[in-house]
């Protein structure tokens, strides 16, 4: 199992970033993705998730409206699409997908909201 993310960078507040994760060594399409975030000092939390059929569930409350998440199961690639961003999303964003009791990380894209 192999996780890429990529997109981060610095953003202006209000400004937008969109971060991919491409997948491989995996059946995509049968799993829910995540993406989660870590600030420094804070714990890693769980932020958004997709499963097969396209739902979506967010879990932190200051994100609704903001951002979102997509896949394109042909890519093997789950999409964050981040509006709107405020210097609390400042963080290290990871995608991940638990296959069989075992989580898959990848190595993280730093996001950076400032003026």
């Known amino acids: 199992v192999q996780l890429v993310e990529s997109g981060g960078g610095l953003a202006q507040p209000g400004g937008s970033l969109r971060l991919s994760c491409a997948a491989s060594?995996?059946?995509?399409?049968?799993?829910?993705m995540s993406w989660y975030r870590q600030a420094i000092g804070k714990e890693r939390d769980l932020v958004i998730a997709i499963n097969s059929a396209g739902g979506t569930t967010t879990y932190v409350d200051s994100v609704k409206g903001r951002f979102t998440i997509s896949r394109d199961n042909a890519k093997n690639t789950v999409y964050l699409q981040m509006n709107s961003l405020k210097p609390e999303d400042t963080a290290v964003y990871y995608c991940?997908?638990?296959?069989?009791?075992?989580?898959?990380w990848g190595q993280g894209t730093q996001v950076t909201v400032s003026s």
């Open positions: 060594g995996f059946t995509f399409s049968r799993y829910v």
């Open positions: 991940s997908v638990r296959i069989q009791y075992t989580s898959y």
